[in-house]
């Protein structure tokens, strides 16, 4: 926005995404404001960048449909003043129509074929680096794969169950909307579950018990998604896997083609609530358009699990200096002893 900013005219100012404009208005800002200043990033004296997420009526309005693509122009920006010296338009104090919204293409991804197995190392460089391949039209570098629990009743062991009753709880929170396309799982149970919207009676044969979100949530925050402080502490039970930058390993989002490349990368020890967590359970993998969204896509299942060749080294530690090396110190204390007895005679 225009205009000489400093805290006090700032402080208080919310900008959000509004159907039309008559729904500019107080209604528009209930509850806290989820727009956010980016100081860092702004000229004070000339102008002040907001970053502003996208509401999920907006996302539904910008999704390519089957038969072409298409924009709903009629959204437009809402701003509320800081102050009530601000000037009013329409006759709401402190509101403002900022203008019209065009949205870029919503992206399309491919829902994936096989379980992406992530290896994480303890012993030694701790951390996981896995590279994420997703079949993607219209991904940008500000999209985001993340791998993020599931949290199924305690009873429920089978993993394939796990996946099944997290594909149905996505299903019902539109967590798979029509931009994730199920070519590679046609006539199969997860096509099924999601065309019955995660219905009950798609769930024939299955004995866990339903989830009561879809796992593809992501709680809001200053940082959004980015919020590597948080993931740094383990304070988010997920694995935040960012776009490859050109001339990397893999494809990145900027090439031709159709595959998106993500990096999930950390130098971090996982703590032992998230060990317990993501061994020997399924976890899902969700698409983020943006680090700001707070509801993500299921496009595809993780295997969070140790890393074999870490666990060789551990092994390989433990077997030396617990086994090899006691053996050969005992057996060098038997020849001296030997020595020693034959020395005497």
Same mark, same amino acid.
């Given at each position: 926005?225009?205009?000489? @900013?400093?805290?006090?005219?700032?402080?208080?100012?919310?900008?959000?995404? &509004?159907?039309?404009?008559?729904?500019?208005?107080? /209604?528009?800002?209930?509850?806290?404001?989820?727009?956010?200043?980016? @100081?860092?990033? =702004?000229?004070?004296?000339?102008?002040?960048?907001?970053?502003?997420?996208?509401?999920?009526?907006?996302?539904?309005? /910008? +999704?390519?449909?089957?038969?072409?693509?298409? *924009?709903?122009? =009629?959204? &437009?920006?809402?701003?509320?003043?800081?102050?009530?010296?601000?000037?009013?338009? $329409?006759?709401?104090?402190?509101?403002?129509?900022?203008?019209?919204?065009?949205?870029?293409?919503?992206?399309?991804?491919?829902?994936?074929? =096989?379980?992406?197995?992530?290896?994480?190392?303890?012993?030694?460089?701790?951390? @996981?680096?896995?590279?994420?391949?997703?079949?993607?039209?219209?991904?940008? $570098?500000?999209?985001?794969?993340? *791998?993020?629990?599931?949290?199924?009743?305690?009873?429920?062991?089978?993993?394939?169950?796990?996946?099944? *009753?997290? *594909?149905?709880?996505? +299903?019902? $929170?539109?967590?798979?909307? %029509?931009?994730? $396309?199920?070519?590679?799982?046609?006539?199969?149970?997860?096509? %099924?579950?999601?065309?019955?919207?995660?219905?009950?009676?798609?769930?024939?044969?299955?004995?866990?018990?339903?989830?009561?979100?879809?796992?593809?949530?992501?709680?809001?925050?200053?940082?959004?998604?980015?919020?590597?402080?948080?993931?740094?502490?383990?304070?988010?039970?997920?694995?935040?896997?960012?776009?490859?930058?050109?001339?990397?390993?893999?494809?990145?989002?900027?090439?031709?083609?159709?595959?998106?490349?993500?990096?999930?990368?950390?130098?971090?020890?996982?703590?032992?609530?998230?060990?317990?967590?993501?061994?020997?359970?399924?976890?899902?993998?969700?698409?983020?358009?943006?680090?700001? =969204?707070? %509801?993500? @896509?299921?496009?595809?299942?993780?295997?969070?699990?140790?890393?074999?060749?870490?666990?060789?080294?551990?092994?390989?530690?433990?077997?030396?200096?617990?086994?090899?090396?006691?053996?050969?110190?005992?057996?060098? /204390?038997?020849?001296?002893?030997?020595?020693?007895?034959?020395?005497?005679?």
């Amino acid at each position: 926005l225009p205009g000489q @900013w400093r805290d006090e005219n700032a402080t208080g100012a919310c900008i959000a995404i &509004v159907p039309r404009r008559a729904a500019c208005g107080p /209604a528009a800002f209930r509850g806290p404001c989820k727009s956010r200043a980016m @100081w860092a990033n =702004s000229d004070p004296d000339r102008f002040l960048r907001f970053a502003v997420p996208r509401p999920p009526f907006s996302m539904a309005a /910008a +999704a390519p449909s089957r038969h072409g693509a298409g *924009v709903d122009e =009629s959204h &437009v920006l809402c701003f509320r003043a800081a102050g009530p010296s601000t000037p009013t338009q $329409d006759g709401r104090p402190g509101m403002s129509v900022l203008g019209p919204l065009r949205y870029f293409p919503q992206p399309a991804v491919q829902f994936m074929r =096989s379980v992406t197995r992530v290896g994480v190392r303890t012993f030694l460089n701790p951390g @996981w680096r896995q590279v994420v391949e997703l079949e993607c039209t219209n991904c940008s $570098d500000q999209s985001r794969i993340v *791998v993020q629990p599931i949290l199924p009743d305690a009873r429920c062991r089978d993993m394939a169950q796990q996946s099944l *009753v997290a *594909v149905a709880a996505a +299903a019902r $929170d539109g967590q798979v909307p %029509e931009n994730v $396309d199920l070519a590679h799982h046609r006539n199969s149970k997860v096509e %099924e579950i999601i065309r019955n919207r995660g219905a009950q009676n798609a769930l024939s044969g299955v004995t866990c018990m339903p989830l009561e979100h879809g796992p593809c949530t992501q709680a809001p925050s200053s940082s959004g998604i980015d919020d590597i402080d948080a993931e740094a502490k383990g304070e988010v039970l997920s694995m935040v896997g960012r776009p490859l930058v050109a001339g990397s390993e893999g494809p990145s989002v900027a090439a031709p083609t159709t595959t998106a490349a993500f990096l999930l990368q950390s130098g971090r020890r996982l703590l032992a609530k998230e060990r317990q967590t993501f061994f020997h359970h399924r976890s899902a993998l969700c698409f983020y358009p943006t680090p700001s =969204s707070t %509801e993500g @896509w299921l496009v595809g299942f993780a295997a969070v699990q140790m890393d074999g060749p870490d666990m060789q080294a551990f092994i390989g530690f433990v077997c030396f200096f617990g086994v090899a090396l006691p053996l050969i110190c005992l057996v060098s /204390a038997l020849l001296h002893y030997n020595k020693y007895e034959q020395c005497k005679q």
